[in-house]
């Protein structure tokens, strides 16, 4: 059994049943199904393994799969936010 989100407690077979028995194409919909990637690290390791066995299970290509990422792409505390807005 591989762990793909830690956070979550999701497995390599979750996301294949959630998969095949619900038939999920996207990250979206596994995000809904499963929680993966709305744990603490919000998805900055299960993701990217994530989009590869959607990939391999639908016959999509990782562009058509992975999210394009906004910023910030690093962590990034609330305070530094709220601090820039209060000027």
């Known amino acids: ?3 793909v ?9 979750d996301i294949i049943r959630a998969i095949e028995e ?5 990250l979206a919909e ?5 929680r993966l990637g709305m744990g603490h690290c919000q998805g ?3 993701l990217p ?11 999509k290509s990782m562009e058509e799969i992975m999210p394009s ?3 910030p792409v690093v962590s990034i505390e609330v ?3 709220a601090k820039k807005v209060k000027k």
């Not at 619900?22 to 996207?26: A, E, L, S």
């Open 1 to 3: 059994m591989k762990i």
């Open 5 to 13: 989100c830690r956070c979550e407690d999701i497995t390599e077979e």
């Open 22 to 26: 619900y038939g999920c194409t996207t």
């Open 30 to 34: 596994l995000k809904q199904i499963l």
């Open 44 to 46: 900055r390791t299960c």
């Open 49 to 59: 393994i994530a989009a590869k066995i959607l990939a391999r299970k639908t016959g």
């Open 69 to 71: 990422f906004r910023p």
């Open 79 to 81: 305070g530094v936010i």
